[in-house]
């Protein structure tokens, strides 16, 4: 298996897992419980899998760091075992995925992304192809539980309608998959949040960066990344002219 079928298999693998253990789960487990301890299993599974293929490369999560040391711009896989914790744990919710990047000379340079509930995997070993233009008002995915307030501002000048989700995996595969236009984040976010579902964004040749325009750069020693902005390439400009200044983006 390459590198992009590796992903591919090991998000399509740990997904299997979390729609298995949401469909066990009794009345009596609470969301957090749920979220928290399919999350663990989740993250097991990817870490051993990994081991197993890959033993020399070394494997960044919010669990921290497994398997060899980090060297500054070499391999590193970037996995988040469940993004969208809290949507997981609503029944019904498709909002939520599974993340496994690498990362190398810190960029991503293979990925996939399984969203279990909708059974979908979307990696770069096959990018996706670039989504049609749409026709009528743009689209733009935000965080359903912490919209930036930016945003609606945004929107407006837009003329755009705002569409809540969970899961930044879930939001930035609805680029990909054209059933948004756009994706902004502030607030910030850590890399594993972005990691994958990025790789798979560029591979569809879909705009992906900081909302100064700067690039998104993987694998720092701070896993924290203050913002970003996927969207279709012909939206960029004019939605980077309608954000605020970077002081009044909350
Ligand atoms: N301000 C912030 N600080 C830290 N993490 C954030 C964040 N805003 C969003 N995230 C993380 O990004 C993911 C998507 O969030 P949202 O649904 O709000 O867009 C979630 O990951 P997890 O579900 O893996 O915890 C969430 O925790």
């Not at 928290?36 to 890959?54: C, K, T, Y």
């Not at 236009?181 to 972005?194: C, F, I, N």
Request: proline share 8%; charged share 25%.
């Amino acid at each position: 298996m390459n590198d992009h079928e590796l992903a591919a298999r090991l998000a399509q693998l740990a997904g299997e897992r979390l729609v298995e253990l949401r469909e066990r789960a009794g009345p009596e487990l609470d969301p957090k419980s749920l979220g928290d301890a399919a999350d663990q299993a989740a993250h097991e599974l990817l870490v051993g899998e990994l081991a197993r293929h890959r033993p020399q490369d070394p494997v960044l999560s919010e669990h921290g760091v497994a398997g060899p040391a980090r060297e500054p711009g070499g391999r590193v896989w970037i996995v988040d075992p469940l993004d969208g914790t809290r949507e997981y744990s609503e029944a019904g919710r498709t909002d939520w995925a599974v993340h496994v990047a690498l990362a190398q000379e810190h960029r991503i340079v293979a990925a996939a992304v399984a969203l279990p509930a909708r059974g979908e995997v979307l990696g770069t070993g096959e990018p996706p192809a670039r989504p049609s233009p749409h026709a009528g008002a743009a689209r733009i995915a935000v965080s359903r539980s912490r919209p930036p307030e930016f945003v609606a501002d945004v929107a407006a000048a837009l003329d755009a309608q705002l569409v809540p989700m969970g899961s930044a995996g879930a939001k930035i595969t609805a680029v990909v998959l054209g059933e948004v236009d756009a994706y902004l984040h502030a607030g910030g976010q850590y890399e594993w949040d972005s990691a994958a579902p990025v790789g798979v964004a560029n591979a569809a040749g879909l705009h992906t960066g900081r909302l100064d325009g700067g690039e998104l750069s993987y694998d720092q020693p701070d896993p924290w990344l203050p913002d970003l902005l996927v969207c279709r390439p012909e939206l960029t400009d004019r939605l980077r002219a309608a954000l605020p200044a970077e002081g009044g983006r909350r």
